[in-house]
Structures are given as structure tokens and as C-alpha cells.
């Protein structure tokens, strides 16, 4: 496994573990911004790993792709990459 998955899927299980503490949360009637704070902190771990997949994508993918000319989908991918981190 590439040491970024591997750091990856650490991430994502420490954010599953989050989710599942925001669904006792909920379910104990914990107080709203106390659930809402820690939303917000899933949100960003989320972000952190989309961020890392980004960059590996930008870094690797695409550059393997421009150097075998197929230049037009690297930029297409690079659009598609921006247009969904601007959401």
C-alpha cells in the first residue's frame, strides 16, 4: 500500500470515529453547538483529506499524463479538480 493511503485511511478512521461520536451525540440530545462544533471538525478533517488527494492527484496523475501528451485531459482533470474544491 502507498504511504499516502496508508496515512489516508488512518484519517478516514479517525473521522469515522468522529461521525460515530456525532450520532451519540445527537442521539444522547447533546446540546446544539456542542454537535455543531464537532460537525465543523469532521468538515475539516474531510477537507484535509480531500486536500491530500489533490495534491498527490496534481503532483502525480497529471504530470504522468502531460508527459505522455495527453495534455487536453490533464486539463480537463485540473478544471474538474478546482471547480469541485470550490464547492
Known sequence: ???????LLRRLKIIEG??????EMVTNDVYC???????S???????GVED???ESHLGTCLVHQIKKG???KAVEEM??????KRR
Open 79 to 84: 478544471i474538474k479538480v478546482y471547480r469541485l
Open 18 to 23: 468522529q461521525v460515530r461520536g456525532l450520532q
Open 1 to 7: 500500500m502507498k504511504p499516502l493511503n496508508t496515512k
Open 70 to 72: 495527453k495534455e487536453s
Open 41 to 47: 471538525a469532521v468538515k475539516q478533517a474531510l477537507s
Open 33 to 39: 453547538i456542542d454537535i455543531i462544533t464537532q460537525t
Open 52 to 54: 491530500a488527494l489533490m
